[in-house]
């Protein structure tokens, strides 16, 4: 009896107050479903947009800070598996976007670079992901940002170790 008045309490609660009162780990991964949502959304948004969508961009911004990156290490960079890699990598290289050139040190390799197209999308523009994840971090102190590094690259360690152990490796 007491338990259903506490299952009727708990349902009459504001999700808000329900979201308080999840464990740590449930409450970390809602917001982390969130987040997930919102940039699958803003991507489809700024495709429609800019005609790449967000993991394209990311590849392109990062591009052009590294230019003449391996495909390996950028895959590294971004903790993607090489498969994912090279379907981003192909469809930016289809739009004329990317380049890619033979390694010199590593024939079995190749070095990509942006194309000039590739370069005008090189830069901050409004109504995409990044210029909303700037302005968001923007709004925080440093160590708050900081410290929300550390815990994600700790989540992605440990989700990357599951992965392992579970024989999911990608490579």
């Known amino acids: 009896m007491a338990d259903s008045r506490k299952a009727r309490g708990l ?24 987040i997930d949502h919102g940039l699958r959304s803003a991507s489809r948004r700024m495709h429609g947009k800019l005609g790449i969508t967000g993991p394209q961009r990311l590849v392109l911004r990062i591009v052009g800070k590294f230019p003449d990156l391996m495909p390996s290490e950028l895959a590294a960079l971004l903790h993607l598996d090489r498969g994912t890699l090279t379907g981003i990598l192909e469809r930016l290289s289809a739009q004329q976007l990317l380049s890619r050139t033979a390694n010199e040190k590593d024939g079995r390799s190749f070095l990509i670079r942006l194309t000039a197209r590739g370069k005008l999308l090189d830069r901050e523009v409004q109504g995409t992901v990044e210029a909303c994840i700037q302005r968001a971090l923007a709004a925080l102190p440093r160590a708050k940002v900081e410290a929300a590094k550390f815990v994600l690259e700790s989540v992605a360690k440990e989700l990357a170790r599951d992965a392992e152990l579970a024989g999911d490796s990608e490579d």
Do not use: C, E, M, T
């Not at 504001?14 to 780990?25: I, W, Y």
């Open 11 to 34: 349902a009459q609660l504001a999700p808000r107050d329900r979201a308080d009162r999840l464990p740590n780990a449930l409450g970390f991964l809602r917001l982390l479903w969130a």
